[in-house]
């Protein structure tokens, strides 16, 4: 079956960094998402990895590594609008999203 | 900014009741999607529509019907409303092709069925 892993909870400090880990395994990869969820609203997209390698957008960056299955989105300077769900998202060899149950990370002050 | 609009962002009903619930999107995307997200278990996609009058069943299709009859539009329909079916209910956008391809979402419609 396919399936997408990801902590069901984190915590961490105002101005610290986080990492939110993903692994998979899924039926073909076509490319990865991370997705913003804030309580009560839809996601929202934060980035797209398809190669190997870091991809860096401001205070955020993702990484994927396709041979390990794996991927991780870092947050840097952390702020307290940044407690949110985030949410792994694979897109398989049929084009389908397959998506995580998502991490809510908690800011503290 | 694509833009994609859901009828209601809460919706109270009975069991039994039949449901409707509208997407609309403005961006001429191809592509829309029903989800239903419930604590712990992420994301499950109820149906797709690749095109007008197109229609494909999801991971979770029971209970569930859908009518695309215009592009910019995707209605779900529970025939006969469950207390299981109380969630919250995305609806997604998606431009076939690109370099990027990325689903917009709705704001979500949070139906209780009781």
């Known amino acids: 079956g396919q399936n997408i892993d990801q902590p069901t909870e984190m915590t961490a400090t105002e101005g610290a960094i986080v990492q939110i880990n993903c692994t998979y395994q899924t039926s073909g990869f076509n490319g990865l998402f991370w997705y913003q969820q804030h309580a009560g609203e839809a996601p929202t997209f934060l980035s797209y990895n398809v190669l190997d390698g870091l991809e860096e957008k401001g205070r955020f960056s993702s990484f994927l590594s396709r041979s390990k299955g794996y991927s991780y989105l870092l947050l840097k300077e952390l702020q307290m609008k940044d407690s949110a769900s985030y949410l792994c998202a694979v897109i398989d060899s049929n084009y389908q999203l397959i998506w995580g149950a998502g991490t809510k990370l908690i800011i503290k002050p | ?114």
Not at chain 2, 76 to 105: D, H, P, R
């Open chain 2, 1 to 114: 900014d694509v833009k994609v609009t859901q009828s209601s962002r809460y919706l109270v009903k009975r069991t039994g009741e039949k449901v409707f619930l509208e997407c609309v999107q403005d961006m001429d995307h191809e592509n829309m999607f029903w989800y239903r997200q419930d604590p712990g278990l992420g994301l499950r996609l109820i149906y797709f529509s690749y095109d007008v009058k197109m229609k494909e069943k999801g991971d979770i299709p029971e209970g569930y019907s859908v009518s695309r009859e215009k592009k910019e539009r995707f209605s779900l329909i529970l025939e006969s409303a469950s207390t299981n079916q109380t969630s919250m209910y995305l609806c997604a956008s998606l431009k076939a092709g690109g370099e990027v391809e990325t689903q917009y979402f709705g704001p979500g419609t949070r139906l209780l069925v009781l």
